[in-house]
């Protein structure tokens, strides 16, 4: 170690995983991910208690879930596993963290058994519900399992608490929250009660995933205005590939195409995860060359085209050939 290097301090780290777990919160997943990858060495995780250890492997996961990458995720949650045989808070972190890969895996069985599991090691534990809303995950699983009337009374006991406890934030999870366990008329409102909470907090995932499910709610409200339901989608469109995170984009997408309007161009960071050889293919797809006359141009298999078509769709969360020229522009 030079003369001027310092050591890292204790109170460094955890100042450091605060203002990333604060970014996540602000929807800055991108500048949250490279934070918590520096934290992440052993001579930085060594400083922290088993609680902020477990704090700091759940917000990458978080973020790696974000961003649809369940391969790095499923190993995070390998690492979560360790933690599971603790007790009280870093349990119950591990705990909620694997609900939430468990939702992502589509097992809500085991999401649900997760998050119950949140509530038993806290206890009577004076854990916010904006750090571990348990409640809210465990209403979701219910909903996936068709226990309704048990996700709306666990979602209305989150969202009395976290109207108790003041932060905006935690409010607008809450009314998203129980938004998804109602219909109709009553979910737009809540949707909309929600968005109205964040107007002086600057939480632009949650606001692009209410945006989603607002527009959602409207196309299939009979009467609505689908130019309201465009500019949502929009917006979290732009704000999805700013930050790469491909599922909420795919969902954005989805909609999109219920409405019969393209996806907008491609932003340049997912271009930029494509390989040389997917740009290639990519290009020559979005001109119209069939698959067989890609193969012949290039010098390769036709299965080793559709392959690479395959990894392009993903990447740019598009679902078919005809989506590709708007994704794409003029960025190719």
Same mark, same amino acid.
């Given at each position: 170690?030079?003369?001027?290097?310092?050591?890292?301090?204790?109170?460094?780290?955890?100042?450091?995983?605060?203002?990333?777990?604060?970014?996540?919160?602000?929807?800055?997943?991108?500048?949250?991910?490279?934070?918590?990858?520096?934290?992440?060495?052993?001579?930085?995780?060594?400083?922290?208690?088993?609680?902020?250890?477990?704090?700091?492997?759940?917000?990458?996961?978080?973020?790696?879930?974000?961003?649809?990458?369940?391969?790095?995720?499923?190993?995070?949650?390998?690492?979560?596993?360790?933690?599971?045989?603790?007790?009280? $808070?870093?349990?119950?972190?591990?705990?909620?963290?694997?609900?939430?890969?468990?939702?992502?895996?589509?097992?809500?069985?085991?999401?649900?058994? #997760?998050?119950?599991?949140?509530?038993?090691?806290?206890?009577?534990?004076?854990?916010?519900?904006?750090?571990?809303?348990?409640?809210?995950?465990?209403?979701?699983?219910?909903?996936?399992?068709?226990?309704?009337?048990?996700?709306? *009374?666990?979602?209305?006991?989150?969202?009395?608490?976290?109207?108790?406890?003041?932060?905006?934030?935690?409010?607008?999870?809450? $009314?998203?929250?129980?938004?998804?366990?109602?219909?109709?008329?009553?979910?737009?409102?809540?949707? $909309?009660?929600?968005?109205?909470?964040?107007?002086?907090?600057?939480?632009?995932?949650?606001?692009?995933?209410?945006?989603?499910?607002?527009?959602?709610?409207?196309?299939?409200?009979?009467?609505?205005?689908?130019? *309201?339901? $465009?500019?949502?989608?929009?917006?979290?469109?732009?704000?999805?590939?700013?930050?790469?995170?491909?599922?909420?984009?795919?969902?954005?997408?989805?909609?999109?195409? #219920?409405?019969?309007?393209?996806?907008?161009?491609?932003?340049?960071?997912?271009?930029?995860?494509?390989?040389?050889?997917?740009?290639?293919?990519?290009?020559?797809?979005?001109?119209?060359?069939?698959?067989?006359?890609?193969? *012949?141009?290039?010098?390769?298999?036709?299965?080793?085209?559709?392959?690479?078509?395959?990894?392009?769709?993903?990447?740019? *969360?598009?679902? +078919?050939?005809? +989506?590709?020229?708007?994704?794409?522009?003029?960025?190719?």
């Amino acid at each position: 170690m030079s003369e001027q290097e310092v050591p890292p301090d204790r109170d460094h780290v955890v100042a450091r995983l605060d203002a990333a777990t604060a970014l996540i919160h602000e929807g800055a997943v991108g500048d949250a991910l490279t934070v918590l990858n520096e934290l992440n060495e052993p001579g930085l995780t060594d400083l922290l208690d088993p609680a902020e250890r477990a704090l700091l492997v759940a917000a990458l996961l978080e973020c790696r879930l974000a961003r649809g990458d369940l391969a790095g995720s499923m190993a995070l949650g390998h690492t979560l596993g360790l933690f599971l045989e603790e007790q009280g $808070l870093a349990a119950a972190i591990a705990h909620h963290a694997s609900g939430e890969l468990a939702s992502a895996l589509g097992d809500p069985e085991l999401a649900l058994e #997760h998050f119950l599991a949140v509530g038993e090691e806290v206890g009577d534990d004076p854990v916010g519900v904006e750090q571990l809303p348990w409640r809210a995950g465990a209403a979701l699983a219910l909903l996936r399992l068709s226990r309704g009337r048990e996700a709306g *009374e666990l979602a209305e006991q989150h969202h009395a608490l976290a109207a108790a406890e003041g932060s905006p934030y935690a409010v607008a999870v809450a $009314l998203r929250t129980l938004a998804a366990t109602v219909a109709g008329d009553r979910r737009v409102e809540l949707l $909309l009660e929600a968005k109205a909470t964040l107007v002086e907090v600057r939480a632009e995932r949650l606001l692009a995933q209410i945006d989603t499910d607002l527009a959602g709610a409207l196309v299939l409200t009979q009467g609505a205005d689908h130019g *309201e339901a $465009l500019s949502l989608l929009r917006s979290a469109e732009n704000y999805a590939g700013r930050q790469e995170m491909w599922p909420l984009q795919g969902r954005v997408r989805r909609l999109l195409d #219920h409405l019969g309007e393209p996806p907008q161009q491609v932003d340049s960071a997912a271009m930029a995860s494509l390989t040389a050889a997917e740009r290639r293919v990519a290009a020559l797809a979005a001109d119209g060359l069939t698959n067989r006359q890609i193969a *012949e141009q290039l010098l390769v298999s036709i299965k080793a085209v559709e392959w690479h078509l395959s990894n392009i769709y993903r990447k740019l *969360e598009i679902r +078919s050939r005809k +989506s590709l020229g708007p994704a794409l522009g003029a960025s190719v």
